[in-house]
């Protein structure tokens, strides 16, 4: 069971940054993937940015060269770094974990977050 925390959302303009943070709490062995998707109004959710256990990242092409992910490993955060944010931003940011329940579990389970709310006006 993971709980899963954001943080940093908000109202900004065009060019402006962010940082988004991710807390998990519970009860896990550990912790896999992390990541952030983002829902726009009348769409998809959408992979963002992930980042494995050991540090290895990827992110959407819209995104590349603008966002930074990172982790924490010792603390289980997650962090977006958001800079040069355009209009097409605005979405609701989700925090997802994949986590191992136990060491001899035999699947990983994900975790969401609630969500925060990224505003970027043109």
């Known amino acids: 069971q993971v709980q899963l925390v954001e943080s940093g959302g908000g109202l900004v303009q065009a060019g402006g940054s962010l940082r988004l943070s991710c807390a998990a709490s519970?009860?896990?062995?550990?912790?896999?993937?992390m990541g952030w998707y983002r829902q726009a109004p009348g769409k998809q959710r959408d992979m963002v940015a992930r980042?494995?256990?050991?540090?290895?990242?990827n992110y959407a092409d819209s995104v590349k060269g603008r966002f930074t992910i990172s982790r924490d490993n010792a603390k289980n955060t997650v962090h977006l770094q958001m800079n040069s944010l355009k209009p097409e931003d605005t979405a609701v940011y989700y925090c997802?974990?994949?986590?191992?329940?136990?060491?001899?579990?035999?699947?990983?389970?994900?975790?969401w977050g609630q969500g925060t709310q990224v505003t970027v006006s043109s």
């Open positions: 980042i494995t256990g050991g540090g290895s990242t």
């Open positions: 519970g009860s896990f062995f550990s912790i896999n993937t």
């Open positions: 997802y974990a994949e986590s191992w329940r136990s060491a001899i579990a035999a699947t990983t389970f994900a975790s």
